[in-house]
C-alpha cells in the first residue's frame, strides 16, 4: 500500500512540474476575431487585401514572420507583450485559386495562418483566334470559366457574325460552349472578335478572321489602315494565286508587305502560269512604325516583313522583289504623301519576267544592283523632272537590251559601275556643263548616246563616253 501510495504522488508531482514548465511557454494569445482566422483560414476573392491580426504573449522573446509566397507578405509589430501582424495579399491575376502559408515564431512555438485566394473571374481558351473560310459557317467554342460567363460580338454593328447560344456543359464544372454562326463572305476578308464577359466584367477576346472569296484577276482594295492586307487578302496561296493584276490604294506597312510577298514565286515557269502585276500609284509605303489596326480584336498578325538594315525612310525595301519570277509589271508610288522615297538595293534583282518599269519621279536614290538579272527588263523610264540624283553599283546590269534610258540633268553621283554589262540602245544624257565621267559606259556598239545641243564636241573628248561611234545632239529644255 505504501508502494502505491509513493507512485501516485510521484506522478502527481510530475504532472504539476509539468503544468508549471509550460506555462510560460503557451506562447501567442490572439484575440477573439484573428483566433477565428488563424483557426479557420483566411479565404479570400482575387483582390489585393491587407489586414490586421493581433496578440499578446507572456514571453520576452522577439518574434519573426515569414512566409512561403511571393505574393503574400507579412510584417510583425511586437514590444512589452504585445503585437500586431499585418498581411498583405496581391491581387491574383490568373485563373486558377492558389494557397500560401504565413509563418509567426516566438521561441520554439510556431503559429501557421494559412490563406487560400480565388483565381480572377476569367475565361480561358484553347484558342485566342479562329480563321475560317468564306462559306457559310457555324463554330463551337469551348471555354473555363470560373463563374457566370457571357459574351458579345464587336464591333457592334457587325452583320455577319451571330452569337448563337451560351451553354454550361452538363458536368458542372467550368466548361462552357459558345457557339456562333457566320454569314457566307463574298468579297474581301474580314474581321470580328467576341468579348468574353464573367461576372459582369471583359475578360478575353477571340479573334474571327474569315476569309475573302476567291479572287478575279483583277483586284483593286482600297487600305484604309495599313497592316489591313492580311486580313483583307488572307494568307491562302492558291486564292492569292488566281490574281493577274493587283492595285492598292493607300498606306502599306511591313505587314502588309509580307503579304504582298506570297504573290511572287521563284520559278521562272512561273511567269507562265502565274504572271501578277502590281500598281502602287496611289499607295505610300510607311516604315515608322509597324501598325496592328487589328490589335481590338485580339488579332496578331504573322511575323511582319522587313529587312534587318532598313534606314527607317520611305523606300521601296531591300529584296521586297527579290526574284519575283512571275512579276512582269509594276507601277511605284507616284503619291504625295511620299516626299521622296529610295529603291533600295536589290529592290529588283532576279525578275526574270520584269519587262517594263517606271521612275517615279520621287525617286531620289537607286541602289546596289537594284534590277541586276532581269533579263527580259527592256524598259526603265526615267521622267525629265526626276528627283533621282544617285544611282548605285551594277544598277543597269539587267543582261538584256535596254530600248531607251534617259538619265535626268539633277543626277549629282552616278557609281563607275553602274552601267557594267549594260546595252542600250539609246541612252539621254542631259548634262551641260558638267559631265560625269564613268569607268563604264553601257556598250557602244550599235547604240546612240544622246546628248544636249552644243555639247557633243565636250562628249567626244570625254574618257569613256568618247567611246560612243554615234553622239546625236537634241534639243533639251531643263526642267526648273
Known amino acids: 500500500m505504501d508502494k502505491v501510495l509513493k507512485y501516485l504522488t510521484l506522478g502527481v508531482l510530475i504532472i504539476l512540474l509539468g503544468c508549471s514548465k509550460d506555462e510560460p511557454d503557451k506562447g501567442l494569445i490572439w484575440d477573439n476575431d484573428s483566433a477565428t482566422i488563424i483557426n479557420q483560414g483566411l479565404s479570400l476573392d482575387y483582390g489585393e487585401h491587407s489586414l490586421t491580426l493581433n496578440f499578446t504573449s507572456t514571453q520576452n522573446l522577439p518574434v519573426a514572420v515569414q512566409t512561403d509566397r511571393d505574393w503574400l507578405s507579412a510584417a510583425v509589430d511586437y514590444g512589452e507583450g504585445k503585437g500586431q501582424l499585418e498581411i498583405s495579399v496581391e491581387v491574383n491575376r490568373d485563373y486558377a485559386e492558389r494557397s500560401g502559408i504565413v509563418s509567426l515564431r516566438q521561441g520554439n512555438m510556431t503559429t501557421e495562418i494559412h490563406v487560400r485566394q480565388h483565381g480572377r473571374p476569367?475565361?480561358?481558351?484553347?484558342e485566342n483566334g479562329y480563321e475560317v473560310p468564306c462559306e457559310e459557317i457555324s463554330i463551337s467554342i469551348p471555354v473555363k470559366a470560373n463563374g457566370i460567363l457571357t459574351a458579345e460580338v464587336y464591333p457592334s454593328n457587325c452583320d455577319w457574325t451571330h452569337?448563337?447560344?451560351?451553354?454550361?456543359d452538363a458536368s458542372g464544372e467550368d466548361d462552357w460552349t459558345i457557339?456562333?454562326?457566320?454569314?457566307e463572305n463574298t468579297g474581301l476578308g474580314r474581321i470580328a472578335a467576341l468579348y468574353l464577359n464573367v461576372e459582369g466584367r471583359e475578360t478575353e477576346e477571340i479573334y474571327i478572321v474569315q476569309h475573302p472569296a476567291p479572287f478575279n484577276e483583277e483586284v483593286t482594295i482600297d487600305v484604309e489602315e495599313s497592316g489591313m492586307l492580311q486580313v483583307l487578302m488572307g494568307n491562302d496561296v492558291e486564292n492569292l494565286s488566281r490574281i493577274r493584276k493587283l492595285t492598292l490604294i493607300g498606306g502599306i506597312n511591313g505587314f502588309d508587305l509580307r503579304l504582298l510577298k506570297k504573290l511572287f514565286m521563284a520559278d521562272e515557269k512561273s511567269v507562265l502560269d502565274y504572271p501578277v502585276s502590281i500598281d502602287l500609284s496611289n499607295c505610300h509605303i510607311t516604315t515608322s512604325s509597324l501598325n496592328n489596326p487589328f490589335k481590338r480584336y485580339g488579332w496578331k498578325p504573322a511575323e511582319s516583313w522587313y529587312p534587318t538594315d532598313l534606314t527607317g525612310y520611305s523606300c521601296i525595301p531591300y529584296g521586297l522583289f527579290t526574284n519575283a519570277a512571275n512579276l512582269t509589271h509594276v507601277v511605284l508610288p507616284e503619291t504625295e504623301t511620299m516626299d521622296s522615297y529610295v529603291i533600295e538595293r536589290m529592290a529588283f534583282s532576279g525578275c526574270s519576267g520584269l519587262k517594263s518599269i517606271d521612275i517615279p519621279y520621287l525617286v531620289k536614290q537607286i541602289g546596289n544592283r537594284a534590277?541586276?538579272?532581269c533579263p527580259n527588263l527592256t524598259e526603265i523610264n526615267i521622267p525629265d523632272n526626276s528627283m533621282l540624283n544617285i544611282i548605285g553599283d551594277e544598277v543597269f546590269t539587267t543582261g538584256s537590251v535596254i530600248e531607251s534610258l534617259s538619265l535626268p540633268e539633277i543626277l549629282v553621283y552616278i557609281s563607275p559601275n553602274s552601267f557594267s554589262g549594260c546595252r542600250v540602245k539609246n541612252l539621254h544624257l542631259h548634262w551641260f556643263y558638267y559631265i560625269e565621267e564613268v569607268e563604264i559606259v553601257p556598250e557602244t556598239d550599235g547604240c546612240t548616246l544622246y546628248v544636249p545641243e552644243?555639247?557633243?564636241d565636250l562628249y567626244r573628248v570625254t574618257p569613256n563616253w568618247c567611246n560612243f561611234q554615234n553622239i546625236v545632239e537634241e534639243?533639251?529644255?531643263?526642267?526648273?
Open 454 to 456: 552644243g555639247t557633243a
Open 179 to 183: 457557339t456562333i454562326s457566320l454569314d
Open 371 to 373: 534590277f541586276r538579272d
Open 163 to 168: 452569337l448563337s447560344s451560351i451553354e454550361k
Open 475 to 480: 534639243p533639251y529644255t531643263p526642267y526648273e
Open 122 to 126: 476569367t475565361a480561358v481558351t484553347e
